[in-house]
């Protein structure tokens, strides 16, 4: 941007610090399980663990959606994905929440998911 437009911007308060940009809350978690027995124990786990609605479970993208609160405030998406010639999976833990809401920095459901399923305990 050449300077004139940028002193420019400046002059009417256009070219300021804007919102920060925060990532969704998210874990990744590697199994050493195909992908087909992580999806299945991915799906056991979020009722269990987090006590959610599984929304959708799609097994031709590997991604699995749950919502829970008061009326399925907050969502879960978890997305698995083959790894080292199949023999490994990795699975992405992502929390949504409704776009009226300020982007959390953590998320409880997404830490409680991803310990769960790196410990299998209780599974």
Known sequence: MTSFFRELFESIGLLGRGPRLRLRPHREVRLALEIDAAFERTLEAIPRVLGAN????DRTTYTIEAGFGLVNQEHVRARLEPQENGAQTLV???AHYPAS???HERSAAVDALADALESSVGL
């Open 92 to 94: 992405r833990i992502e």
């Open 101 to 103: 809401l300020a982007p």
């Open 54 to 57: 599984v929304l959708t479970a």
